[in-house]
């Protein structure tokens, strides 16, 4: 009978022992700074995004739920350790928090998840309000465009409360937010367009940013025309994935490509510790059997001429960099894959490129690349640069996006858990977007949907995402973990139609 209450005893003892690991909270992610304005609107924070219960995934008895919902008991509570009453007002309900902007200044606010017995996990995110009137960062570019298509219009603004979007003077219809979407644009929509930004302490209007809206010739058209990816690359975890949709699915007709990987002759650019010898194979989506390969191109005097027509800088006739050619009539609509991998154990640097070389010889129902995108591993402290050009005489809205933790419902694993992209016009370096956090945004989820991209988990992912119209030329999109945190994500190029 002692063995057996002592038995008894130590079975009580681990299942306290498992109730106490379990039940302890976690910090699952950072909580982002709100964006708050004096005189702006309250942000809410769902506290349940950003904490976690390892090994818990519903309430025990005796308990109505795992987070405080506003009444009945829960496993975890919440509560306020730190605010700045000067700046901002707190109001926690359950697990929502609500910040409410008072006073110009910054400061950090606290909050700490703490289980039964007492063991917690806190989070701390700083409040920034504005004691200015709010000054634009970057202004509306000016858009020549083809009717027909969508037209997104932006501006960066700091300590705006409130939004308005004037078009020769007059306010636009749903131009109440910092970004204005024109779903459909038309030779009505031309003009002279100027975002005011208001908030308690002024108000300040952009520059004027001039939409024209013309009809072109189908080669001139605005579209995507080149992409190219400047990563690690190597072996097994890091084989570099690139791919591209050719479209629109009622083209009729094909879309000659040419396909590199150049390693050694990144020298010539003091592009350090290079991969020594790319090889590529190239595939059509879901198919296992290769299209084309190629180890070393071997200086292939079509391979120079093809280069040249699409402006594609020289290689060295001896070198080892691998390149493919689908001259006309080119490929099928559908999507295509290219992966880049080194010999043996070898990783460094590489540049992946896709080109369109159809160059002028198209029409309006010809095929085009119509998403462009990359798959890899990105180290440490280290970012994934995504370059592509916008080529004819239109502008192009595109969507990109910058997926991490969203590839873990597709079966990938130890994903970027937090990316972030910023947006570059390589003609004169400047970065015109950036974006951290996706948060749900209305006119992100439509184009998503409109381009059949595969859906981000939640509103509140941790995954990125920029929709902007672009004016022809040379753009980058970098993606990089906050704080250095590595993993494996996507970088995404959509065309929206």
Known sequence: MRYFIR????????????????????????????????????????????????GLTAPPAGFTSIFPTGGGTPVITFTIDEGVPSVVSLVLSGSTLTVTPVGGGNGTIRIRAADREGRSATASFAVTISTSAPTFTLHPRALTVAPG??????????????????????????????????????????????????????TATSNPAQLQVTTVAPQNMGRLSNLSILTTAGAGEKVLTVGAVVGPLNATGALPLIVRAVGPSLAAFSVPNLLPDPTMTFYAAGSSTSLDSNDNW??????????????????????????????????????????????????????????????????????????????TQVDVNADLAVGFVIAGQTAKTVLIRGAGPALTRLGVAGVMPDPRLELFDNSNSQRISTNDDWSGALEVGNAAVAVGAFPYASGTSKDAAIIVTLPPGPYSARLAGVGGVGGTAIVEVYEVP
């Not at 379990?22 to 309250?42: D, K, R, Y």
């Not at 603004?157 to 038309?186: C, F, H, K, M």
């Not at 080892?320 to 559908?334: C, E, K, T």
């Open 7 to 54: 038995s008894l005893a130590l079975v009580c003892l681990l299942t306290a022992s498992v109730w106490a690991q379990s039940t302890a909270p976690v910090l699952s992610q950072a909580i982002p700074a709100p964006e708050l304005a004096q005189g702006g609107a309250a942000v809410t924070i769902d506290l349940r995004n950003y904490f976690a219960v390892p």
């Open 149 to 202: 298509g969508m037209v997104v219009l932006d501006a960066t603004v700091v300590g705006a409360a409130t939004y308005r979007w004037e078009r020769d003077g007059q306010a636009v219809a749903n131009g109440s937010s910092r970004v204005l979407v024109i779903p459909v644009v038309s030779a009505s929509d031309a003009g002279n367009y100027r975002l005011v930004a208001t908030s308690s302490l002024g």
């Open 298 to 375: 071997g200086g292939s005097p079509a391979l120079r001429t093809a280069f040249e027509s699409v402006g594609a800088f020289a290689l060295a006739g001896d070198s080892l960099d691998s390149a493919i050619l689908r001259p006309l009539p080119g490929v099928g609509v559908g999507g295509y894959t290219v992966q880049v991998t080194g010999k043996g154990s070898s990783q460094g640097n590489v540049l992946a490129e896709i080109y369109d070389a159809a160059g002028s010889s198209r029409t309006g129902s010809a095929p085009r690349l119509i998403n462009v995108s990359t798959l």
